[in-house]
């Protein structure tokens, strides 16, 4: 079946520190996969999303290129800032039609001045 | 603003109690699902419907019903209450295959 893998957190960074959260997934054909941010007593938001093996998706500043070769979507951002803590998910689409979306467990960010 | 709407955002209910969990969209998307958030378990899908009249379960859906007689509206009922359903219930819609589009939440406490 599908599946996603986020690498766990907590992760806590310095304003202005280079960001890395590691995202694998198990999927057949061809997925589209997503990173969603969830501010605190907030809903989720969708952050930015890639289609097809190599596209990269950008938003805010954050980047994440889909790889096929290593099933991999991890999410970037070089520089960030205190309004970026969040917990963040990675999740995919199988494609084919299909409405659901299979999350990872997220990943929480903290980001202190 | 266009979107996904819940109501309410807090409830605290007594074991046993029965309640509905109200979810309203009015961007016409076809697809609507019901998750759960936990600490450390990530979203857990409850229910969901890909239209009106039609509806399915997800991964954990013992102890809830949903319906969909609209295409607005996808409510979720809980029939009797119970402490392990203390937790955020997130409500989601889309037109097309991901790009998912969530209400704010209701915080559920049971007591």
Redesign the interface.
């Known amino acids: 079946g599908n599946s996603v893998t986020q690498m766990e957190g907590p992760v806590t960074l310095s304003e202005e520190a280079f960001l890395t959260i590691n995202c694998t997934y198990t999927a057949t054909g061809y997925p589209?996969l997503?990173w969603?941010v969830q501010y605190p007593g907030?809903?989720?938001?969708?952050l930015l999303?890639a289609?097809k093996a190599d596209d990269k998706g950008s938003n805010k500043g954050f980047e994440a290129t889909y790889r096929k070769e290593t099933t991999s979507f991890h999410l970037e951002k070089g520089s960030v800032q205190v309004s970026d803590s969040a917990v963040y998910?990675c999740a995919l689409?199988p494609?084919a039609?299909?409405?659901?979306?299979t999350?990872?467990?997220?990943t929480k960010l903290s980001v202190i001045p | 603003n266009a979107g996904v709407t819940q109501t309410p955002k807090f409830q605290v209910l007594k074991t046993g109690q029965s309640m509905t969990l109200q979810c309203a969209q009015d961007m016409n998307h076809e697809y609507m699902s019901w998750y759960r958030q936990d600490p450390g378990m990530g979203l857990r899908l409850i229910h969901y419907s890909v239209g009106a009249g039609i509806t399915d379960q997800g991964e954990v859906p013992n102890g809830y019903n949903v319906s969909r007689s609209t295409t607005e509206d996808f409510p979720l009922r809980l029939l009797s209450a119970a402490p392990s359903q203390t937790s955020v219930y997130f409500c989601a819609s889309s037109r097309s295959s991901g790009g998912y589009t969530f209400g704010s939440g209701t915080r559920l406490t049971v007591v």
């Open positions: 589209s997503f969603y907030e809903g989720l938001q969708l999303k289609t998910f689409n494609g039609g299909s409405y659901q979306l999350f990872g467990k997220g």
